[in-house]
């Protein structure tokens, strides 16, 4: 009890400064190298990124397990235990500390106050400290970077993170319901429980508030494009001229995951901006060509327009509006207008979206947040009808009521 004690108050006075760097290097061979405090590689992280490549993982997957692990580096250089020294105390306190820690400012002001619930669109604002999601996904990261180690011998003899024996004991699913999907059960003993959130897209009205916001014609076909192909904001970035098939009125994007090329049907009106801008692109003297990327600055120089160029455009449209929309929105709108339309079956949907399984699919047949707002308003409206309404009177005695009914024809 004591030893708890003491290190709750450790934990409570602990300052992890941010040392070391997440450095992206610009190599297709390596793309990101984790530097330590002293400006040098972290040798087990190389070998780990060069592991996830040989397994066919993305750059951008290599990003997101840098950010996780050096957030973990920097708790034991914090704590001055060496990696390979890092035991299952080490792993429960970073578990303690990243959940009640603080995320680190990005040195800009927010617009919105962490945590609350923005008028306009109904959504919350993220926390001042870690998501749930966020401490899930560092779990699986680090479980997985030592489960290497172990097994190559460069690591400690232990997992830090292990996984939950009470899930591991019995059959697994031995009480599975057949009209539910399987369940996970390799589940860290550190990992926090993730809520299911049901997505949240942009009601039609508000869309159209949002688009008559959008300030150029390259705008608007990028939301015109996202919302009715449901594609992913970075795939549908990568785009490149070559790609957009206007008699098909198709438009072919590099899916995320399987990095297979899909040609994805997208609406007419997606392609009448698409005109549009590229009209204005020939004006201002933008390179054109078959390999060349179909979206563009529009200021010089002229670039490539990145992920968080995009990013920034919906941040000005949303700051007009007052509004926190994101571009993740537009595709969970063009999921929902397809899957509650009657004549198109859900495994079409999953094809479009590029879904692996069909249960994720079936999220989006989950009504929305005033879609059961409205229902329970005409709930009560009928309740308090049926109770305001008068009750029919009685027959007076000696009246059979056989005879009334045939009498009156009711």
């Known amino acids: 009890m004591r030893d708890s004690i003491e290190t709750q108050r450790r934990l409570a006075r602990l300052k992890v400064p941010r040392v070391g760097r ?14 330590d405090p002293a400006g040098e590689r972290v040798d087990a ?3 780990f990124f060069r592991d996830l490549q040989a397994a066919g993982r993305a750059a951008s997957t290599l990003r997101s397990y840098g950010m996780d692990l050096l957030r973990w580096f920097r708790f ?59 401490r899930a996904h560092s779990e699986t990261v680090l479980r997985r970077f030592y489960e290497l180690h172990l097994e190559m011998g460069s690591g400690p003899l232990v997992n830090p993170f292990p996984l939950d024996r009470s899930r591991r004991s019995g059959r697994a699913n031995a009480h599975h319901n057949p009209m539910e999907p399987f369940r996970h059960d390799r589940k860290g003993l550190y990992r926090p429980t993730v809520p299911q959130r049901i997505p949240r897209c942009i009601p039609d009205e508000q869309f159209d508030t949002v688009f008559a916001a959008l300030p150029c014609n390259r705008d608007r076909a990028m939301v015109a494009f996202w919302v009715s192909t449901g594609a992913r904001a970075a795939e549908l970035l990568g785009a490149c001229e070559e790609d957009t098939d206007v008699g098909q009125q198709l438009i072919a994007v590099v899916r995320k995951g ?5 040609k994805l ?12 801008y590229q009209i204005e692109l020939r004006r201002l003297g933008v390179p054109r060509g078959r390999h060349q990327p179909l979206w563009w600055t529009l200021r010089r120089p002229f670039h490539p327009l990145t ?5 920034r455009m919906f941040e000005r449209v949303n700051t007009a509006l007052g509004a926190n929309w994101t571009i993740h929105d537009l595709r969970h709108t063009a999921a ?25 699919t079936q999220l989006y047949l989950s009504p929305t947040r005033d879609e059961v ?12 009808a049926s109770r305001a309404a008068p009750a029919p009177p009685l027959p007076a005695a000696g009246y059979r009521p056989e005879s009334l009914h045939t009498l009156f024809a009711r």
């Not at 997440?22 to 530097?35: I, M, S």
């Not at 009657?342 to 994720?360: E, I, N, R």
């Not at 707002?373 to 308090?384: D, K, L, S």
């Open 373 to 384: 707002i409205e229902t329970m308003r005409a709930h009560h409206a009928r309740y308090g």
């Open 258 to 262: 399987t990095r297979v090329v899909q």
């Open 76 to 134: 034991l250089w914090a704590i001055d235990v060496a990696w390979q020294r890092a035991t299952r105390v080490e792993a429960r306190d970073f578990s303690c500390w990243v959940a009640s820690t603080r995320k680190p400012a990005r040195g800009r002001v927010r617009r919105q106050p962490p945590g609350t619930v923005n008028a306009v669109t109904g959504k919350s604002s993220p926390g001042p400290r870690y998501a749930e999601t966020t």
């Open 336 to 360: 929902y207008r397809m899957a509650r339309d009657p004549k198109m079956p859900l495994t079409d949907v999953q094809w479009v979206l590029g879904h692996a399984y069909l249960s994720t």
């Open 265 to 276: 049907p997208a609406s007419p009106d997606a392609f009448v901006w698409l005109q549009l």
């Open 45 to 47: 992280v190389d070998v």
């Open 307 to 311: 992920y968080h160029g995009a990013h």
């Open 22 to 35: 997440l450095q992206e290097t610009g190599d297709r061979w390596e793309p990101y190298v984790l530097l």
